[in-house]
């Protein structure tokens, strides 16, 4: 079937199975493979983009489903070769490590702050709870996003 | 003046933020699975739906006709490709029981998850779909599950060894026979448990992904794989399938963690790489989470008899430890030696005589097999002995951090010769425990609890503590000998100054998240007097960095790391040939500071090394017979391992009507010796705090008694979530290790080692006024509200 889907800022005209997931056609199809798979049960959080702006598990969305939406994968993130605010505050914390939780880990974050930009502690752990992390044990990325929330 | 004095704050001990971040960070970085390999052919494998079972028939027929299958393949099919079956490089012993092991199984299958068929096709998804149209008749055999039952033979699961004991590795202290039993007679006290060690999935989040690429006509094989030992891969794969080493190029691309589950070689790896070879076109497999659970190994898996011999004042004076170990269905590269990892830690940071008797049985299981995980065999001893110690406390009635100090070996014995002869380099358990304690407010705590944990009160208030010592910065190639390892331990590092002056680092270390780029770049302009920034470091890659022994058992600084620092300082000994040679000096007469050679009191005569790199290329005016660069190599066999330790100490409130424990407050005081850069090893510490406590608390590989695997996916095991822990209260001493140049030690494992007991300890304290004194991890409401009615139970 046709889609066409803004991603990250440029528009795409794709012709795609019905069964194609988000994530499967932003990595293999627009060869954006920022976005990372860690699982096959929604559970870790590590294909978070923004569709419109809000954050989605992208194994759990179709790209039909994404069809004459706007999506933002990481690599949309940096402007101007410039990193996000996000993206800076996660390497001024060191809330990474390994960094493949990351780019959906900083998707999540963003999309977080935009709902609740003074979160507390627990509000950013509570928010965090989709998007899982093996490397950091959360403390560093949940100062990183009290940070990015203080700038 | 001098020139000392004009020299710039070092960069070493800063918190230098992390290169690697921008590429990780942006979605620039590649993974095994980004790699994008025009051609390829991608795998998928049959997996066993039993734990334990006889291959009757493999009927790939359907599997091979649909449309996009390239191939499909039973065990047998393949039998012809291996020089070898696959490596287990640890027979810990000379009559060890390890039964061949191949990619594909073809006669039995020996754990749900074993590999018994596969198909290549043009896709993942078709060749995920041909799976099922594979027949395979089997004839179920009854599963082995339990370790004490596998240690009946009641099914011996390998009809060829005869019986599931693989080995049994004894720790003797030659010239001790009797003190053991002695000191049991004559103790005032003794204490004796058994600790379970549940089996742990690693879940790095990045699950395994291979792509193997051929070169048909010149025969090279390159291997891009999820792994942390790119070395150890190259050479294991070649061995096992018989192409000749130097045609054999592995590379780890950025991997997303490892913890111990990618130090291994894989049958994918195996497959990929022979099925390249044989189609003559790349072959890759991506490893689904589901698939990582069963086909990734495992971690722990012990069962641990702990016994304490104690005079009146609680002084240890035995200690003896029986250990069964769950190999699982074959044993994988080192499975055999992990719990002998932890051999030599069952008397921790204490100060006993030379009694002490350990033995480990290890034995096969119809499971997923064992291997490394985050602390390998120290963290069960860690926990064994520190379980143990609030056990004896308890019996005493004193508290158990008084109990500690009585037994700490004390800083003035320290280089302190153990009764195993290793020699513990360098440590200081009072200050680290005194800090601890006082960060965590410990005499507040135990105040609070006497007025809140009165009876009938539903939260209770507890407080536990771990002392621990690691093992590690693996290994003294000689140690590892004596083991009966089949490697040494040694790393390699280049240091190379470019004609403009900036530096190449090769080394042979792997890392998968540990910031080494930025670590080793500051271990280089400390050493050179340069920027971190001139520094490239170079890895991961057999053809650029071919010498190597890989990243695992917190070693890549102490090994790794001090190689780097030892061939910066050949290079300053050669580039002082080339400025004595210019200055017209004696190189005696040269001091090395601030990136310049200055000759002594003469402030003016002075050559930096940017000048002595040109000049080193240009080759014009040479001291002669010296060779036209400015590059030295080391490889670099450690004297001894590196023994960090600490204090960590756990506050945990817990719900008595749900059992439901809460984590107050984690304090970990961690020395690591010097600390190349305080923000990696924070992020090390917190990492690993939160992997013990996911031992302690959430997690735990659960099997039916049929030996299926009931939560094989990140859904139903319990991999703590953001809002599952708390932030985390870090304190450091420092104590160098004087063992080597840096003074640092490994820093990798030590949140893992000390979490689970403290936290376990916390939590039995907290339930100790109600009669609980042990529960099995993890504490679970249900295993807390379980320990809680059986104690009740028991007293009424």
Known sequence: MKISVTVNGTAHESDVEPRTLLVHYVREVLGLTGTNIGCDTSSCGACSVHLNGEAVKSCTVLAAQADGQSVTTIEGMATDGVMHPM????????????????????????????????????EVRIGLEGNLCRCTGYHNIVKSVLAAAAK | MTVTDDRPASVLGTRLLRREDPALLTGEAKYANDLNVPGALHLAVLRSPYAHAKILSVDVSAAAELPGVVAAYSGTDLSGLWASPMPSAWAVTPDMKNPAHYPLA??????????????????????????????????????????????????VIHDELGTNSSYTWDLKIE??????AQAFADAAYTVSERFIQQRLIPMAMEPRAIVAVPQPFG????????????????????????IPEHQMRVVAPSVGGGFGSKLDVYAEELLCVALARKHKVPVRWNEERGENAVAT??????????????????????????????????????????????????????????????????????LTPTDAYRGAGRPEA???????????????????????????????????????GLVYDSGD??????????????????????????????????????????????????????????????????????????????????????????????????????????????HSDTAIAPLGLDTYGSRSLPVGGVAIAMACDKVIDKAKKIAAHQLEANEDDLDFAGGSFTVKGSPDRTMPLAAIAFEAFTAHNLPDGLEPNLEAQVTYDPPNFSWPFGTHICTVEIDTETGNVEVLQYVAVDDCGNQVNPLIVEGQVHGGVVQGMAQALYEEAVYDTDGNLKNASLAEYLVPAASDVPSITLGHTITPSPTNPLGVKGIGEAGTIGAAPAVMNAVIDALSGLGVTDMPMPASPHNVWKAIQAAQGASK
Request: negative net charge; contains cysteine.
């Open chain 2, 106 to 155: 073809s006669t039995k299958a020996c754990y749900v998850g074993d590999g018994v068929a596969c198909v290549l096709a043009t896709s993942e998804t078709i060749a995920r779909d041909a799976l099922e149209l594979i027949d395979v008749q089997y004839e179920p055999l009854p599963a082995v599950v339990d370790l004490e039952d596998a240690l009946s033979d009641r099914v």
């Open chain 1, 87 to 122: 993206q800076q505050a996660f390497m001024e914390n060191h809330g990474l490590q390994c960094g493949y939780c990351t780019p959906g880990m900083v998707m999540a974050a963003t999309s977080l702050l935009k709902e609740n930009p003074n979160p507390t502690e627990e």
């Open chain 2, 175 to 180: 010239g001790t026979e009797g003190q053991v």
């Open chain 2, 382 to 420: 860690t926990y064994a002995i520190e379980r143990a110690m609030d056990v004896l406390a308890d019996t005493m009635g004193i508290d158990p951090m008084d109990l500690r100090k009585r037994n700490f070996i004390a800083k003035e014995q320290f280089p302190y010769t153990a009764f195993t």
């Open chain 2, 219 to 242: 025969g090279d094989m390159t291997l891009y794989s999820s792994t942390q030992i790119p070395h150890i891969l190259k050479v294991m794969t070649a061995l096992t399938l018989g």
């Open chain 2, 429 to 538: 358990h009072l200050k680290a425990a005194e800090l601890a304690a006082e960060m965590a407010d410990y005499a507040g705590i135990r105040a609070k609890q006497a007025t809140q944990n009165v009876p009938g009160a539903t939260k209770l208030l507890g407080i536990g503590q771990a002392s621990y010592f690691e093992m590690c910065g693996l290994a003294p190639s000689r140690v590892l000998a004596s083991l009966n390892y089949s490697a040494g331990g040694w790393e390699a590092a280049t240091v190379r100054v470019l004609p403009t002056n900036k530096v190449q680092v090769v080394t042979g270390t792997a890392p998968h998240g540990q910031g080494h780029e930025t670590a080793w770049s500051m271990i280089v302009a400390d050493r050179l007097g340069i920027s971190p920034d001139d520094v490239d470091v170079l």
């Open chain 2, 297 to 366: 190994t495992h971690g722990r898996g012990q069962i641990q008899y702990v016994e304490l011999a104690a005079d009146a004042s609680g002084k240890l004076t035995a200690v003896r430890i029986r250990i069964v170990a769950d190999m699982g269905g074959y044993q994988q590269l080192i499975t055999a030696g992990i719990p002998i990892l932890g051999a030599f830690l069952y008397a921790g940071v204490y100060d006993i005589p030379h009694a002490y008797d350990f033995s480990c049985t290890g034995v096969y299981t119809t």
